[in-house]
């Protein structure tokens, strides 16, 4: 069964750097795309940033240039890099396959998310 823990968040000013990390047991990490998405207060989540199994990356304009998304597929670990953080990055980060991993219980399946990681950047 898989397994993704998110850690690195914390509360930051306007401008400051932080490094988020997801460890991924239960599945065969390398062959993965995977991706950071994350979700504000009262919204879906969106995804902000991915790489291939091949380390291709892509980003959503709004992080382009301050967040860097990598992986170490010996480690089953993905990074996000953000710097130049702003107040609206404020946000509950996840990791994630790209699409979602997919959990399935009998009849009903839906997506698989662990618990995130809060970050809070004040301006």
């Known amino acids: 069964q898989v397994q993704l823990v998110e850690s690195g968040g914390g509360l930051v000013q306007a401008g400051a750097s932080l490094r988020l990390s997801c460890a991924a047991s239960g599945t065969i990490f390398s062959i993965n795309a995977m991706g950071w998405y994350r979700q504000f207060p009262g919204k879906g989540r969106e995804l902000v940033a991915a790489i291939t199994s091949e380390g291709t990356t892509m980003y959503v304009d709004s992080v382009r240039g301050r967040f860097t998304i990598s992986r170490d597929n010996a480690k089953n670990t993905m990074y996000l890099q953000m710097i130049s953080l702003k107040p609206e990055d404020t946000a509950v980060y996840y990791c994630?396959?790209?699409?979602?991993?997919?959990?399935?219980?009998?009849?009903?399946?839906?997506?698989?998310w662990g618990q995130g990681t809060q970050v809070t950047v004040s301006s």
């Open positions: 994630n396959r790209n699409p979602p991993f997919t959990v399935v219980q009998g009849f009903r399946s839906y997506d698989y």
